[in-house]
């Protein structure tokens, strides 16, 4: 399961990291990360967007066997972001 897998402790542990030195601070608990947070949150629609992010890079990753990590994760998103 998404939540299970020791990859995802990391990614969303440096992903928390990196919200937090912007200033934006999310507790979340389990079911949170499988259904999304509520929409009363402050930034639940951006953290929402970024799990989703999490989960299609997770699975793009283990497709095409490379090694997920956060660098890479923030990679693909600027990238996303420079072609959209």
């Known amino acids: 399961m998404f939540w299970d897998y020791h990859i995802t402790?990391?990614?969303?542990?440096?992903?928390?990291?990196?919200?937090?030195?912007?200033n934006i601070n999310i507790d979340y608990i389990k079911r949170d990360i499988m259904f999304g947070l509520s929409s009363n949150s402050p930034?639940?629609?951006?953290?929402?967007?970024?799990?989703?992010l999490m989960k299609y890079f997770?699975?793009?990753?283990?497709?095409?066997?490379?090694?997920p990590t956060f660098q890479r994760f923030f990679?693909?998103?600027?990238?996303?972001?420079?072609?959209?």
């Not at 402790?9 to 912007?22: C, E, P």
């Not at 930034?43 to 989703?52: A, K, V």
């Not at 997770?58 to 090694?67: F, G, N, Q, S, V």
């Open 58 to 67: 997770l699975y793009t990753m283990k497709i095409i066997k490379i090694p």
């Open 75 to 84: 990679e693909m998103q600027v990238v996303f972001l420079k072609y959209k």
């Open 43 to 52: 930034y639940s629609c951006m953290y929402n967007y970024l799990i989703i």
């Open 9 to 22: 402790q990391y990614l969303l542990s440096n992903l928390n990291i990196f919200l937090a030195n912007k």
